[in-house]
């Protein structure tokens, strides 16, 4: 049922369309990015809901699953099927002896290693997995469909966005985009990003990792967020942290599965130079990352030594929600040279790369446009015209292939 709270998402549409096409769709993302509300808003009327959460649910689905499906039929939400994998097994079989139609269960799930082993294993060619992300900035501005700037052509006539104020956009950042926090603006947004760290420890971590030491795991986590968008060097990580390079790995891989980190990989192609092989780390969310870094106020967070980290994150992950919302596999990068020329995010799309540098200042200048020009030197006719994403509310060429952006236009 819609609430006067509901934000409009992109990927409700597509998730329409994957229910007319699919038996089964999967819909994953992190814990609070608004999955059930989605499904709620969007299929309320059509399929009854049932969480795997609740402990005596959760055994009734492990040990009896065919009754289990016969006491709730299709067409039905099951929500955070990662607690009974093995009913994935007996929903292929109800789907198999009605192929044909469409619609049948729809899935959420926190849990990407659970879910892709399941559903590649029972649901292969049976069901769409889709993954939903924190709201995007588009979606908190009622405009969920709005293309990228590399997606739409510029006239003289098309109104610029409404800008945020410098205040208010760094407000925005340190509060972060989960929709609880979104929808009700007065919540405590440190009390609420404590509890959910905590909660998420407590259930997610320990059912996929064995965590002996939480305190440890909680260094491990500040650790990170204070090397987000850098180059990530494991084993140092590792050393800082006095523990061992494989439980460092097996820690990422957790924060990774349970969409609360995603790694971006450097863009490689055969130009004769030797690139970066190693990968940077974002969070999912801006606003957890804020937290986890000991931020408290949005002069804080603008002014101090990670304000060009969390402003780099905010736009990573802002271009990866228009693309995944959508339904699509992003295909996302970052470039740099061994000599240090670098652009923080590449985009690949059908036939070009598209280059985009952040910078933390809000008066853009033609020698942030630097690290692109050289890009689009290497790669010629494949790179497309480049972006410098700022945090002012100017719009400005800054030469003939480089355009500046506030950070409102992505």
């Given amino acids: 049922m819609a609430t006067q709270s509901y934000v409009e998402r992109t990927i409700a549409p597509v998730t329409r369309r994957v229910a007319r096409e699919f038996p089964a769709l999967v819909l994953t993302g992190p814990r609070q990015s608004g999955k059930t509300t989605l499904l709620k808003h969007v299929f309320g009327k059509s399929h009854r809901y049932v969480s795997i959460e609740p402990p005596d649910v959760r055994i009734a689905a492990v040990e009896n699953p065919r009754a289990f499906l016969d006491f709730n039929p299709a067409p039905v939400i099951f929500d955070e099927i990662q607690y009974a994998p093995e009913l994935l097994a007996y929903i292929k079989e109800r789907i198999d002896a009605s192929r044909a139609t469409p619609g049948q269960y729809l899935l959420t799930g926190s849990q990407n290693l659970a879910l892709v082993e399941g559903v590649s294993e029972s649901l292969a060619g049976r069901a769409a997995v889709l993954e939903l992300l924190p709201l995007s900035q588009r979606e908190t501005a009622s405009a969920p469909n709005r293309s990228l700037p590399w997606e739409r052509k510029r006239t003289a006539q098309t109104p610029p966005e409404r800008p945020l104020s410098y205040r208010r956009l760094w407000e925005s950042l340190l509060r972060g985009n989960f929709p609880e926090l979104v929808a009700h603006p007065k919540r405590d947004g440190r009390l609420w990003h404590a509890s959910y760290v905590q909660t998420y420890l407590e259930r997610d971590v320990?059912?996929?990792?064995?965590?002996?030491?939480?305190?440890?795991?909680?260094?491990?986590?500040?650790?990170?967020?204070?090397?987000?968008?850098?180059?990530?060097?494991?084993?140092?990580?590792?050393?800082?942290?006095?523990?061992?390079?494989?439980?460092?790995?097996?820690?990422?891989?957790?924060?990774?599965?349970?969409?609360?980190?995603?790694?971006?990989?450097?863009?490689?192609?055969?130009?004769?130079?030797?690139?970066?092989?190693?990968?940077?780390?974002?969070?999912?969310?801006?606003?957890?990352?804020?937290?986890?870094?000991?931020?408290?106020?949005?002069?804080?967070?603008?002014?101090?030594?990670?304000?060009?980290?969390?402003?780099?994150?905010?736009?990573?992950?802002?271009?990866?929600?228009?693309?995944?919302?959508?339904?699509?596999?992003?295909?996302?990068?970052?470039?740099?040279?061994?000599?240090?020329?670098?652009?923080?995010?590449?985009?690949?799309?059908?036939?070009?790369?598209?280059?985009?540098?952040?910078?933390?200042?809000?008066?853009?200048?033609?020698?942030?446009?630097?690290?692109?020009h050289a890009f689009q030197k290497d790669f010629g006719g494949v790179a497309a015209h480049g972006y410098v994403i700022h945090s002012g509310d100017i719009t400005l060429p800054l030469s003939e292939s480089v355009t500046a952006l506030p950070f409102v236009e992505l």
């Fill in 206 to 372: 320990r059912s996929l990792r064995q965590v002996g030491d939480l305190t440890q795991f909680q260094n491990f986590l500040r650790a990170l967020a204070a090397r987000s968008t850098q180059l990530l060097n494991l084993a140092d990580l590792a050393r800082d942290l006095g523990i061992a390079l494989n439980t460092v790995k097996a820690w990422l891989s957790v924060l990774e599965a349970s969409f609360q980190v995603i790694i971006l990989r450097p863009y490689h192609a055969n130009l004769g130079k030797r690139l970066v092989k190693a990968p940077k780390v974002y969070f999912t969310d801006v606003g957890t990352l804020c937290y986890l870094t000991g931020l408290q106020s949005a002069e804080h967070a603008a002014a101090g030594p990670l304000g060009g980290a969390i402003m780099e994150t905010a736009v990573v992950m802002e271009i990866r929600k228009a693309l995944v919302h959508r339904g699509i596999v992003p295909r996302m990068y970052f470039w740099r040279t061994s000599t240090g020329m670098e652009v923080d995010v590449v985009i690949e799309t059908e036939n070009q790369l598209v280059p985009v540098e952040v910078k933390l200042s809000a008066t853009p200048i033609p020698a942030m446009a630097k690290g692109i």
